[in-house]
C-alpha cells in the first residue's frame, strides 16, 4: 500500500510478507538457522515415530559434529575463492587435503616430528599448494575452473605417487589421533574437542579477514568490480591470488582434522568418490555465497555446514544399507540447484552486490 510521506509524497509501504521475504533472502544466516530448526523436528519426530534406525537425539547430533569440522573448513575455504570473482573456484581443495595429509602422516609416523610442528608444516604445505592456484589464476590469468582442475589432477597424482597408493598409519599416528579427536562435556553433551579447538578459531579468523581487515573489504571490491577496484589503486591479481592460499592454508588444517579422524593419511583422502570439493561448494552457495562472486558471510557458510551435517545424519540412518548414505548425493544435488536459484534471485530483487 502507499502512505504520504512527511514532504507530502507517497510512497510505497513494505507489506509484511514482503519484509519477511526480504528478511528470509537476505538474512541467509537466519533463514538456515530455521530450515535447520524444521529439519531437526522432522528427523526428531520421525525417530519418535519409528521410522528411522536410530534416534536422531541431542547425543546423536552432538556426535554427528564430528564430520562437521572438515566440511566446514573446506567451505570456508571455497568462500574465499569464489568472492574473488573471475568465476572463481577450487576444484583442488580434496586433493590438496589427500597430498597435506599424506605429508603430515609421514612427518608424525616416518619423520617423528611433534604433533604441534607437523600441524604447522602441514598448514604451510596447504598454503603453498594454494598459491600456486593464486599464481595460475591472479598472475596468469587461467580460468579458475581449468587452472584447479589441472592442480586437483596433479596434486592427486603426486600423493598417489609418493605414498605408493599406501596409506600411512602406525603407533604415532594413533596418539596423534587421541590428542585431536577427543570429546569435551559441554551443555551436558559430548562435543568433539575439534568443533572447539580448530574450527571455531578458524571460522573467527576467516570472519576478522573477511569482515575487519583491509584484505577481506579489498577482496569483496575485486570480487564486485575489478576494473573499478583497479582504478581505486587495487591489486587485484595479488588479492585475488591470495585468496587460493588461504583456501589452502584452510585445507592444510582441514587435512590434519582428516588424518586425525581415521587415524591413517590415505593419498585418496580428499578425492576419492565425488571428492570434497562439490560438498564444500554445495555449502558455500547455500550459505549465501554469490557465484558470481562479491557477496559472501562467514556465517551464512557456517550455518549452511551445519545444516548439511545433520541433513546427511538424518539420512543416514532413515533408510536401511547403504541407500542412506546414496540419498546423500541426491540431497546435495538439489540443494545446490536451489540454493543457486535462491541466491540470484536474491541478488536481482534486492541487489546483494550494491
Known sequence: MTVPATDGVFEERESVPARVLRVLLTERTAALALLTVLLVIMFSALGRGGYLFADFDAAYMASSLQSLVPVALLALAEMFVIISG???IDLSVGAIVSLAGMLFGHLIQNVGVPLVPAVVCTVVAGGLLGA???????????PPLIATLATQYA???????????????GDKITAANGVLTGRVALFGLMIPTQ?????????LI????????TWGRSLLAVGTNATAARYAAQNVRAIRGSSYMVSGLLCGLAAVVNVAQYASARP???TAGNGMALTAITIAALGGVLIQGGFGRVSGVVMAA???TWL??????SMEGSAGSRSQLLALGAVLICSILVNSYAARRYQLRS
Open 86 to 88: 573471475y568465476s572463481g
Open 132 to 142: 600456486v592456484n593464486g599464481v595460475l589464476v591472479g598472475y596468469l590469468k587461467f
Open 155 to 169: 596434486y592427486a597424482s603426486i600423493a598417489m605417487v609418493v605414498s605408493g597408493s599406501a596409506p600411512i598409519s
Open 195 to 203: 568443533v572447539l579447538t580448530i574450527l571455531v578459531p578458524s571460522v
Open 206 to 213: 576467516s570472519w576478522l579477514l573477511l569482515d575487519r581487515m
Open 268 to 270: 585418496d583422502a580428499g
Open 306 to 308: 551445519v545444516l548439511i
Open 312 to 317: 546427511n545424519a538424518g539420512l543416514l540412518i
